[in-house]
């Protein structure tokens, strides 16, 4: 497939890395150009462009940008063909993304992006720690493959989200409507779990909507205070994971 990726970031680099070496052809852009766009993130075979550029003649967009910059691609989604479909990578933390009345009032983030750009998208690697995402994908029936839920309104939607979230190394499960999709924002049981097939559909149905925006601030603020000001000490790869299995699960 043809795939237009915006954002080079924790996220967007590995999906370039890893759905260009799947054999798709990958065009990839950030805020800043081209020129920006190290050899690094284009070995697989992908190709650094401008934003337009990215957004150009795709199968598939993918928005890997912070929630609170999607209001500003919006002009670029907008030249996209109605076939085209647009995968939604992002969650909401409104510590760093700045509060969304919407999504605060329990909107799903995911049909709030969807009215932003006034298409429907589909919900996907949103729920997976980058370090994860880079390290820990496997072939195809492998032991123990982690899982990723892919939420979309479309039948069409919905396959190419599966499909490409099997070529980045992980068992796709369909996880239902995008109106659902708060089932794995952050503070859900599957949240950046590394759950497997298996264990996926037990935790989307225990998410609880009335009590993941607190444990997903918790968290941030755990994350933050561990990160952040003199004599952060890194509390290793597999922080993340083990800070959400103790607080969402
Ligand atoms: N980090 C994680 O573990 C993780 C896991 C799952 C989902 N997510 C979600 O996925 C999204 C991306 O996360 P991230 O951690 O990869 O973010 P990040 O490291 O902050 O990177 C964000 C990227 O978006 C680019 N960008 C911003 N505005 C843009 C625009 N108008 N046009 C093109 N590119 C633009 C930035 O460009 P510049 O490089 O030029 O600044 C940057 O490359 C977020 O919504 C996040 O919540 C993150």
Redesign the pocket.
């Given at each position: 497939m043809r795939i237009g990726i915006?954002?080079?970031?924790?996220?967007?680099q590995t999906l370039v890395l890893k759905l260009s070496a799947a054999g798709h052809e990958v065009k990839v852009?950030?805020?800043?150009g081209p020129e920006?766009i190290g050899p690094d993130i284009l070995a697989s075979g992908g190709r650094a462009v401008t934003?337009a550029e990215a957004m150009k003649d795709v199968d598939v967009a993918v928005l890997?940008?912070?929630?609170n910059?999607v209001p500003?691609?919006a002009p670029?989604t907008a030249h996209l063909g109605p076939d085209t479909v647009v995968v939604d990578?992002?969650?909401y933390?409104p510590e760093r993304d700045g509060h969304i009345d919407a999504i605060d009032s329990g909107q799903a983030e995911s049909l709030w992006v969807a009215l932003e750009l006034d298409r429907p998208v589909v919900k996907a690697?949103?729920?997976?720690?980058?370090?994860s995402?880079s390290r820990l994908g496997t072939p195809a029936g492998s032991p123990d493959r982690l899982a990723i839920p892919v939420a979309a309104d479309s039948e069409q939607d919905r396959r190419v989200g599966l499909t490409l979230v099997e070529d980045t190394g992980f068992d796709a499960v369909d996880a239902g409507t995008l109106s659902e999709s708060w089932r794995q924002q952050p503070g859900t049981p599957c949240y950046?779990t590394d759950l497997t097939r298996e264990e996926m559909p037990a935790a989307l149905s225990a998410a609880d909507p009335s009590r993941s925006p607190k444990r997903r601030d918790i968290a941030f603020a755990a994350v933050m205070e561990r990160m952040n000001g003199s004599g952060a000490r890194d509390p290793g790869a597999d922080f993340l994971v083990r800070l959400n299995r103790t607080l969402f699960m």
């Open positions: 915006l954002g080079t970031g924790h996220i967007g852009a950030n805020s800043r920006t934003s890997s940008v912070p929630l910059c500003n691609i670029l990578t992002s969650n933390y690697w949103n729920a997976i720690g980058s370090d995402l950046c």
